[in-house]
């Protein structure tokens, strides 16, 4: 076996036990590798052990990685800040957004999507700790972006994303998932359908899935530690 194929298989435990403790059924909660930065025979050699959806950050990175690996049947994710630049080739190359933050780009993405490929499958990126140096859109404002994108065509809404501020304390990294996830119970009750929460990395995937996370993005605990080149877009 693999060092990647046991740490999947390492990953899938501790979500299914992470859910089960919950009180939550062991497949509430699917697996999204978040392959960044890795090449594409590391995405491979995960593929082979059975994981199909992977989540990428940098547009070019990925488009080489997509075209690489064609003949597999991935569901691609894109995971990362999204420039107007970059609507088109991700519009036409990815099966979700987990990213998107403002309308413009949710238009632009609606516009760009091929008419050929089904709705493009879309999160709402919410800055629940209210940092400046990330994206998302800020909590109170969710509802309105929501309602504005909910009626584009080619796009389905599907849920909330959220990258709280890092912490090492299970309470408070709960306490932020909770947040999102009371922000995910009121756009139902308003009448959205949405059934997906993407929340919770390496470092805190637990905690996210004691608040109703039912996808987790997840890559250093699969593929190891990441190096970052200068200039990835």
């Known amino acids: 076996m693999t060092t990647i194929a046991s740490n999947l298989q390492a990953v899938r435990a501790a979500i299914v036990a992470a859910a089960v403790s919950a009180g939550r059924a062991a497949d ?22 059975g994981q199909r959806c992977f989540g990428e950050s940098y547009v070019q990175e990925a488009l080489g990685k997509i075209a690489a690996l064609h003949d597999l049947a991935i569901d691609w994710h894109f995971i990362g800040p999204i420039q107007s630049n970059k609507t088109r080739s991700i519009a036409e190359n990815f099966a979700w957004v987990h990213s998107v933050d ?21 999160c709402l990126q919410v800055n629940i700790s209210n940092e400046a140096s990330k994206s998302g859109v800020s909590p109170d404002e969710v509802a309105d972006l929501a309602q504005e994108i909910a009626g584009l065509p080619n796009l389905t809404l599907r849920g909330l994303m959220a990258v709280p501020a890092a912490s090492c304390e299970i309470a408070v990294q709960r306490a932020a998932f909770a947040r999102v996830g009371e922000l995910y119970r009121q756009l139902n009750r308003q009448g959205f359908k949405l059934d997906t929460l993407s929340m919770g990395m390496s470092h805190d995937f637990t905690a996210a899935i004691a608040e109703g996370a039912t996808m987790v993005r997840i890559g250093s605990a699969i593929f190891g530690n990441r190096i970052y080149q200068e200039g990835m877009v």
């Open 28 to 49: 509430d909660v699917s697996l999204l590798a978040v392959s960044k930065t890795f090449s594409a025979s590391a995405l491979h050699e995960a593929f082979q052990s």
């Open 102 to 122: 403002r309308l413009k780009i949710a238009e632009r993405l609606s516009a760009q999507r091929p008419a050929h490929l089904p709705p493009l499958q879309l």
